[in-house]
């Protein structure tokens, strides 16, 4: 699990990515009902879990796991956290830019304390490919590459030019992902009328004057901030350390949710662990986290005290085995706590 975890952190390094211009008065050139790359958005509905190949000194990870659901009529998002400092915010959605209606990728959020943001739009799209492009460049500072290889199954690629060192766009990452679940993306793609080909946002001329549409810290300009994103909420996750045991301050605690109990009745469910949604890993001196921009659902939220360092559970780890249920509405702010109080045999 410690890998897993370390792959966020990775992962913000990614892309660099793009937005122009249109008059505003000019009415969008692509119809509904020829939308390039729309079938997209319904397509990476779910979690999704697999290997990243890295080509950076970040090196190579056996698993990323992602949650991506509707936050709207047009938009799918996940988000992901290491720790307090570094997180990923990723989402796909329908904008309106230069005269069209066009489907945008924005990957935002901190890497060792700095924030970056980058914006690519679709440019190319065939019998499950899709190419997101860097539209100032028009991709060579940066793209990536959804290939849809089976209903369950998807290959990102990511290539850069490694920050204009090299004269064409090189592999960056690769991850290789099978789908493990779709119940709580169909839900919310139920209550919000999910896909539909209207816009999400207008950009039009959200990048006139820049040279690249990546933004670095402090970000001024962000044509579409996360705060303006709909729909999503915030968790704020405390746990508490049973007297049974003495924790110690030089080991950690990992802090996630699912969608399901590991625990049904008097049942344990280790299968239900491919519904895990969001984890960070804590000092276990650390009591409390807040997940920012946590799709709205019912949650078990569940604390993994790692005793031996080994960075998943094994014997002698301290779990909290019953979790605690909690009902994140739209747009809210919700708190829960859970006891570590069970050691695993």
Not at 174 to 180: D, G, I, Q, V
Not at 257 to 276: C, D, H, V
Request: with cysteine.
């Amino acid at each position: 699990m410690k890998k897993c975890t370390i792959t966020f952190t990775f992962f913000l390094t990614l892309l660099t990515l793009s937005c122009h211009r249109q008059k505003p008065s000019e009415a969008p050139s692509t119809s509904p009902q020829e939308l390039p790359g729309f079938e997209l958005l319904e397509a990476l509905m779910g979690i999704w879990e697999g290997p990243v190949t890295s080509t950076t000194s970040v090196g190579n990870f056996s698993t990323w796991k992602v949650d991506f659901r509707p936050i709207s009529h047009s938009q799918i998002s996940a988000r992901n956290e290491l720790d307090s400092a570094n997180n990923i915010h990723l989402s796909f959605f329908i904008a309106k830019y230069e005269g069209q209606l066009t489907l945008c990728m924005r990957n935002g959020g901190f890497f060792a304390g700095r924030e970056r943001l980058t914006y690519l739009f679709l440019d190319s799209s065939s019998r499950g490919y899709y190419r997101f492009s860097e539209p100032i460049s028009k991709g060579q500072r940066a793209y990536a590459e959804i290939r849809i290889l089976r209903p369950d199954s998807l290959i990102l690629s990511a290539y850069t030019n490694k920050l204009r060192t090299v004269s064409t766009p090189v592999l960056h990452m690769r991850w290789n992902a099978r789908r493990l679940d779709t119940s709580a993306a169909l839900e919310a793609a139920r209550v919000l009328n999910f896909p539909q080909k209207t816009p999400s946002r207008d950009l039009t001329g959200a990048f006139l004057g820049r040279q690249e549409a990546i933004f670095y810290t402090p970000i001024e300009g962000d044509p579409y901030p996360s705060n303006d994103q709909p729909y999503l909420s915030t968790l704020e996750a405390r746990y508490r350390h049973s007297s049974q045991y003495n924790p110690d301050p030089t080991k950690f605690v990992i802090l996630f949710t699912m969608t399901r109990p590991i625990l049904e009745g008097n049942q344990y469910k280790p299968e239900n662990l491919r519904y895990i949604t969001r984890y960070v890993r804590l000092p276990s001196g650390k009591n409390s986290f807040t997940f920012q921009h946590i799709h709205p659902s019912r949650y078990y939220l569940y604390a993994l005290y790692d005793a031996d360092g080994d960075g998943m559970p094994s014997r002698g780890d301290w779990f909290s085995l019953v979790g605690r249920q909690v009902e994140i509405p739209p747009q809210s702010s919700v708190q829960a706590e859970v006891e570590i109080n069970f050691q695993l045999p």
